[in-house]
């Protein structure tokens, strides 16, 4: 049977965009049915409260444990959510992106979950761990191009002449609203939430929590990115879409390049605040959380911890949480990590 082609449309930014992607918001109520989805497939995660931050900053801080999650961060929740509602014709078909990391292997799970393909993208030199991670879930990896750009240029390619749905880096309403998830979880364990923080890399998280815990409860919502890599901080500034150059950060999972459209009108409209933090300041912060909690995160969850020095005044006495996101710390950057000590 010949499956029907897509044509890729108009980009409001720099990326690919077919006709399929609705880059209307999703609401508060998207969230709330994203929670019923992944009721079946994913467990609350723990809210646990640091005894460390709390002390350190006379405050009451919380991590919510997003690296429990099945694939090791939260990006399951959102990739979950829109394999659950996929259209027939392209879960016969497939699904493809372009991932080195924590997206592809998210991808991978849910298509296994919901009896479809998943193929991911990865430029070469790719570690093969992380290969061998996608494809131990029964992901289809693709080593193609120099970089993430050229990986992504391959699975846009084959999803318009194949029919494989492109599953975008930032443009998918239903993984904004499945990321929201937790910030749900969030404001049902602790109402009394003063402010929330989150690392922001192409603005899922940023988006879904101001949407979830920033509309029903009083918390502010604030966002933090790697100053190297700022895209998303810039637009969100400034309503421009501009991409930078290079994308090269420690914290890889929050390297976006490009800033994308979706994620950042919702920010632009939803988001209380937005800060950028240091290389040094990053690699440090993933250093003290092995130190202080024995908690090995990546580079990406960093940034919100960076941020709260600067505000000490501003949180004291506060409840805040803060999701640790994922704990898929490449070895060379563990080794990094502990030589920082
Ligand atoms: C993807 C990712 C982020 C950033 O999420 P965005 O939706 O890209 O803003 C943060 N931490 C980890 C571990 C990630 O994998």
Request: aromatic content about 8%.
């Amino acid at each position: 049977m010949a499956q029907p082609t897509h044509e890729r449309v108009d980009s409001p930014d720099a990326s690919t965009v077919f006709e399929y992607h609705d880059l209307t918001p999703p609401t508060t109520a998207d969230i709330y049915r994203a929670r019923q989805t992944l009721h079946d497939h994913l467990p609350r995660t723990p809210l646990v409260r640091s005894e460390w931050l709390s002390a350190e900053y006379h405050a009451d801080i919380y991590l919510k444990r997003e690296d429990t999650l099945p694939t090791g961060s939260f990006k399951i929740r959102g990739v979950t959510t829109l394999l659950a509602n996929l259209d027939e014709e392209f879960r016969d078909r497939g699904v493809v992106t372009a991932s080195t990391g924590n997206y592809g292997r998210a991808l991978a799970q849910a298509a296994r979950w919901f009896d479809t393909e998943a193929i991911v993208a990865v430029p070469e030199g790719t570690g093969q761990n992380r290969i061998d991670g996608i494809e131990r879930l029964g992901g289809r990896v693709k080593v193609v191009g120099d970089d993430y750009d050229d990986s992504a240029d391959w699975a846009a390619k084959i999803a318009a002449e194949e029919g494989y749905r492109y599953v975008h880096p930032g443009n998918e309403r239903l993984v904004i609203a499945g990321t929201g998830t937790a910030g749900l979880e969030i404001a049902e364990s602790l109402p009394e939430v003063d402010a929330v923080l989150g690392p922001v890399g192409a603005g899922s998280i940023g988006a879904g929590y101001s949407l979830s815990v920033g509309a029903v409860t009083d918390a502010k919502v604030i966002g933090a990115q790697a100053a190297s890599v700022d895209t998303a901080y810039r637009a969100w500034q400034t309503g421009d879409l501009v991409p930078q150059e290079e994308a090269d950060t420690f914290a890889d999972g929050i390297a976006a390049r490009v800033p994308y459209a979706l994620p950042v009108q919702v920010m632009r409209e939803e988001l209380d605040g937005m800060y950028t933090v240091s290389e040094e300041a990053i690699v440090e912060t993933v250093a003290a959380m092995f130190r202080e909690e024995h908690i090995l995160m990546e580079g990406a969850c960093a940034p919100p911890f960076a941020v709260l020095d600067d505000f000490r005044e501003d949180i004291t006495g506060k409840t805040v949480a803060i999701p640790v996101t994922g704990r898929n710390l490449p070895t060379a950057k563990v080794e990094r990590v502990m030589a920082s000590r």
